[in-house]
């Protein structure tokens, strides 16, 4: 099999209805490689930002310092589900009719900061070495506990009444294992009503956002992919070598220098080709992960 694709970060504009697999399944055929790999899933009724790394850039996904992430998101107050999202069973359903905007608002504000979230009983997470959403699929109860995230910033902006259900439309700046689901639940949980997640579009993954990405359409006419070097200078701070320490770099040796941050620091030969990414110890920068080619 052809793996003439260059190395580097894909990224793609999920559409709703995939898995994130599914996407990387769809990469695999575009680019003529089995070598690629996701960095953070999307469910499938999500959309938007979603990184694919192709060929050597595989080996880079999992040292993407990606701690920051976007969403848009639209929140049905007055339902709650089995899935905390649309994709659930109903159930609890009581009316949120009366309730005032100014007090949804505060209810999300009220979760901005450092919170312990218990994240949502059908996430990825293993629990006894299977995925709790496939426990839950089975008929079992699943209970995770909670974990330190942090969310910056939330966003209210449209508040649509119809019925006895409020639609309450979001922006979330969040970490990284921060479950959108989750903040849905506990803002219905706190005013009494229930509520769960209509939709979720992410729009940014540390730097990339929607402006870098592409449909899967657009890749199957043109095959967009971030070469490594151009990822490397996006994500970490970056170090030019001169030629012997360059070789150096290139079979994994540790070099009498002081990297200016403690790391993981990218580091690139005096053409510009990124070679790997070192680290600060003591007085030698040692290697975290080589890239030459």
Do not use: W
């Not at 997470?125 to 008929?139: E, F, M, N, P, S």
């Not at 540390?206 to 006419?221: M, Q, V």
């Not at 170090?239 to 002081?258: H, M, N, P, W």
């Not at 990218?266 to 790997?276: I, S, Y």
């Amino acid at each position: 099999m052809s793996t003439s694709t260059p190395p580097g970060l894909v990224v793609v504009d999920k559409p709703a209805g995939m898995t994130s697999h599914d996407v990387v399944a769809r990469l695999r055929r575009l680019a003529r490689t089995r070598k690629v790999g996701h960095a953070g899933t999307l469910d499938p009724m999500a959309t938007g930002v979603l990184l694919l790394g192709v060929n050597r850039a595989t080996r880079l996904l999992g040292h993407l310092m990606l701690t920051e992430k976007a969403y848009d998101a639209v929140v049905r107050l007055g339902v709650g589900t089995t899935t905390d999202d649309a994709e659930g069973e109903v159930v609890a359903e009581v009316s949120a009719a009366g309730l005032q905007e100014e007090r949804i608002r505060e209810a999300f504000a009220a979760l901005v900061g450092d919170i312990d979230q218990v994240p949502s009983s059908v996430s990825a997470i293993k629990v006894d070495g299977k995925r709790a959403y496939a426990r839950v699929r089975a008929g079992e109860s699943v209970e995770l506990e909670a974990r330190p995230v942090t969310v910056h910033a939330i966003e209210v902006g449209a508040v649509d009444r119809h019925g006895d259900v409020v639609d309450v439309e979001v922006s979330v700046r969040c970490s990284s294992g921060t479950y959108i689901r989750a903040l849905a639940r506990d803002v219905g949980a706190a005013l009494g009503v229930g509520g769960h997640l209509t939709a979720l579009r992410r729009t940014a993954v540390g730097p990339f956002t929607l402006e870098d990405s592409h449909t899967l359409e657009e890749l199957t006419e043109d095959l967009v992919v971030l070469p490594m070097a151009e990822v490397a200078r996006r994500i970490f701070p970056s170090c030019t070598l001169g030629d012997e320490d360059a070789a150096s770099v290139a079979v994994g040796r540790k070099l009498r220098l002081d990297l200016g941050a403690t790391g993981p620091v990218a580091v690139f030969d005096g053409a510009g080709e990124f070679l790997a990414l070192y680290e600060q110890r003591g007085e030698a920068a040692a290697p975290v992960a080589v890239f030459a080619s």
